[in-house]
């Protein structure tokens, strides 16, 4: 029986790999070349065209898309050459985010509709007009709807 070397066993456990050549001059396919790195002038004219095409009508995206470069990339560009573009101003101190105006608002509703059921029931004797309270599968309630109205509704939503 022959003795073979660890160096002898572990090339024999490798099995060969076929590497397709690559043609000269093409890149591999699904790999993108890097970035090219533009000189200050280059820049000015890439983005004098694409204030052009904005001045024309033309999305912000789809304007860096055709001069070919990114969204992100003129706006800082931009923002290194100090032009802005016109954006709306911002809140002014003192008032609030609109999602805590949102949470106000849902607070307050509540309270208002607890307050608007209290006052139909003890409005409502019984005996008189009939007042119904309507609820809805999405959870909305509707209160001091008539029969009538309920009838029409009903009928409209088939």
Request: charged residues 35%; proline residues 6%; aromatic residues 2%.
């Amino acid at each position: 029986m022959k003795k073979t070397s660890k160096t002898e066993k572990k090339a024999a456990r490798k099995k060969p790999t076929k590497k397709a050549a690559k043609p000269a001059g093409k890149k591999a396919a699904g790999k993108k070349s890097p970035g090219k790195r533009l000189t200050d002038k280059q820049r000015l004219l890439v983005l004098a065209k694409y204030e052009k095409l904005l001045a024309a009508g033309m999305k912000a995206p789809q304007a860096a898309k055709k001069v070919g470069v990114s969204y992100i990339t003129l706006l800082a560009w931009r923002k290194k050459l100090g032009k802005t573009s016109t954006a709306k101003p911002g809140r002014k101190p003192g008032r609030h985010s609109a999602k805590k105006a949102k949470k106000a608002a849902r607070k307050s509703s509540r309270k208002g509709s607890r307050k608007t059921a209290k006052k139909t029931r003890k409005a409502a004797p019984s005996g008189s007009t009939e007042s119904l309270i309507l609820i809805t599968p999405s959870g909305y309630r509707i209160e001091g709807i008539s029969p009538r109205d309920l009838i029409t509704i009903m009928k409209s939503l088939g």
